[in-house]
């Protein structure tokens, strides 16, 4: 203190002597320096995933997996794992990628699995499984049978000698290790050692997870990051000799979660002592229906629409391209029949709209963002039809709709009648599908007809289908073709708010449908998962015309019947989810 005393006394000195100066010569010297501008802002710590995914196919090939990869993202409505048929032998692989924006941080994951259980039975089953219970939801064998390895990478999806492995065992048991620590201040798993340190804010960091139906053992190959699994696979062999028959017909469900915490200021941070994992209850954190307000404006539009035709801007644009559409009306039919996304400039609410169809008859070709208001339109039409590979229909306000002409009528339409080939990879979520009505036949919301596979219909909002003088209302109605021959497969139905589906004369009113009993290929009511919705003011919550058991728990029933027909429902919601604005 002395010394802070001794400074000031001696500038005020100086500046007596200074002022003195100036008196006597009538001279002025000044100096002024300012500094401006300074701010005080706080970092952020942005967890992002993305995931590329891969699995055997009907062939035994190993192939890309649509429906669980996606684009840098947050993790809500997107699946890790989302496959039915599995067989002995069959194995996988995702390379999940981590970006922590825009401070080094520490990094965490965890896992439960929510359900284990035998879902149904075959004769070859009760041969060697004398516990089967299908309303056990911890009553199955799968989960031991089932083995996975996860191992830090370096990117190119396949697992090398000298990388290394974090966790290995089979699926069962990935809900008994707690919390796993990717990077803290006691590991990283990164670092050649494995030793402490966090991540670098900005930078990427690879985990690869392989998974087997049977024992899983390493190749040890050679790093060599020019071939990817395609060419290589795993990087581990997959033995189905192991799998007995007691696995058939069974499933296993669960959550993965990540969590990043900032690390400066943070030095004795552990993932076991000081990080709890928050997975959502079916009651408490779950939110439904579409979320319009959360749509993101397209950052690049390499093709601009704005007071032409969308027509025309399809018809300029390449593979690969965003064609953006600025807000207006559009009077015309729509067919996106190249690898391009067409993308509302400021989203549905604002507003680009199409009164017409729109049809997506190219792989990859995609819709979002858009108000679609077709009007009267002709029988056995829909809104936006999908007739085609890794297709989208994301945040779309499907609205005004009717058909006097004597066929069904519907919001969003997967569809694939040909028997020489799968369609597979629809994603159709965040759309609002409202006010559609047909005096003569079936009204529908989202239908998946045919020989598709890998659907997800996650966080719509169906609501107001009427068919007063026809065959009633369905808000999701899953159906082979008119045949009856080819039915889909591998179909998610989850988050959805479905409400206010009316009957027709002949049909009630129905929040889903299950519409296959005479199908005759492979997929069944057990190759489709719904759970997680609200079904308020229909007459039937869910109908199953098929004799397989559909998986059905964890929905709010706010109608007059629950169920029909073998639906494994329980538990069920004990109130209705909070609905996304």
Excluded at 55 to 69: N, R, W
Excluded at 551 to 574: C, L
Aim: hydrophobic share 40%; with cysteine.
């Amino acid at each position: 203190m002395n010394n802070l005393r001794r400074i000031l006394t001696s500038f005020f000195v100086v500046g007596v002597v200074a002022s003195a100066g100036v008196l006597a010569s009538r001279a002025f010297f000044s100096d002024t320096e300012t500094s401006t501008g300074n701010i005080l802002q706080a970092g952020a710590i942005d967890l992002l995933i993305d995931n590329e995914s891969y699995v055997t196919d009907e062939s035994g090939a190993l192939v890309a997996s649509a429906s669980t990869s996606w684009g840098l993202d947050d993790l809500a409505g997107h699946l890790f794992f989302n496959f039915f048929d599995l067989k002995p032998g069959d194995v996988g692989e995702d390379t999940i990628s981590v970006h922590v924006n825009n401070n080094d941080a520490y990094v965490c994951a965890a896992a439960q699995i929510t359900e284990d259980s035998d879902v149904d039975y075959s004769e070859p089953e009760l041969e060697v499984d004398t516990t089967t219970n299908p309303a056990n939801p911890f009553g199955g064998e799968l989960g031991s049978q089932l083995n996975f390895a996860f191992w830090a990478d370096d990117g190119d999806n396949v697992y090398e000698s000298g990388e290394h492995i974090f966790v290995q065992g089979p699926v069962s048991g990935l809900g008994t290790l707690g919390q796993i620590a990717l990077a803290d201040s006691s590991t990283n798993i990164w670092n050649a050692s494995q030793t402490a340190g966090p991540v670098n804010g900005g930078e990427t960091y690879y985990i690869g997870k392989a998974w087997c139906m049977g024992s899983l053992t390493s190749l040890n190959l050679p790093n060599n990051a020019s071939t990817g699994p395609l060419t290589r696979g795993t990087g581990f062999k997959c033995d189905g000799d192991t799998i007995t028959n007691a696995a058939q017909t069974d499933r296993v469900m669960g959550d993965i979660e990540f969590y990043a915490v900032q690390s400066r200021n943070n030095s004795g941070f552990t993932c076991a002592s000081n990080y709890t994992p928050s997975f959502p209850t079916a009651e408490s954190s779950v939110k439904v229906g579409a979320a319009l307000a959360e749509y993101q404006a397209p950052q690049i539009c390499d093709v601009t629409v704005n007071g032409g035709t969308i027509a025309a801007g399809i018809a300029s644009a390449v593979n690969g391209n965003t064609v953006c559409v600025a807000d207006g009306t559009y009077t015309e039919n729509v067919t996106i029949n190249k690898d391009i996304t067409l993308a509302a400039l400021n989203g549905p609410t604002a507003t680009s709209t199409i009164n017409g169809l729109v049809d997506l008859t190219a792989d990859g070709a995609t819709i979002t963002g858009f108000e679609i208001t077709p009007g009267v339109i002709p029988n056995q039409e829909a809104a936006i039809t999908m007739t085609a590979n890794n297709t989208a229909a994301t945040y779309n306000f499907i609205h005004g709709m009717s058909s006097t002409a004597g066929g069904s009528i519907k919001g969003i339409y997967a569809y694939n009648g040909n028997s020489a080939f799968v369609l597979s990879g629809f994603d159709i979520q965040h759309n609002v599908i409202d006010d559609i009505t047909n005096s003569a036949k079936g009204t529908y919301g989202v239908m998946i007809q045919g020989k598709v596979s890998d659907v997800n219909v996650l966080h719509n909002t169906i609501t107001d289908l009427t068919s007063p003088t026809g065959w009633g209302a369905s808000a999701v109605e899953i159906t082979p073709t008119s045949a009856f021959v080819f039915a889909p497969q591998n179909v998610a139905v989850m988050y959805n708010h479905i409400e206010g589906m009316g009957s027709g004369t002949t049909e009630p009113g129905k929040a889903v449908t299950i519409d296959w009993a005479n199908a005759s290929n492979v997929s069944e009511a057990s190759e489709v998962v719904v759970r997680f919705n609200n079904f308020i003011g229909a007459a039937l919550g869910i109908r199953n015309l098929d004799s397989d058991t559909l998986y059905a728990p964890n929905n709010w029933f706010g109608v007059t019947t629950d169920v029909q027909g073998n639906v494994n429902y329980m538990p069920k919601a004990s109130s209705a989810y909070a609905v996304n604005p």
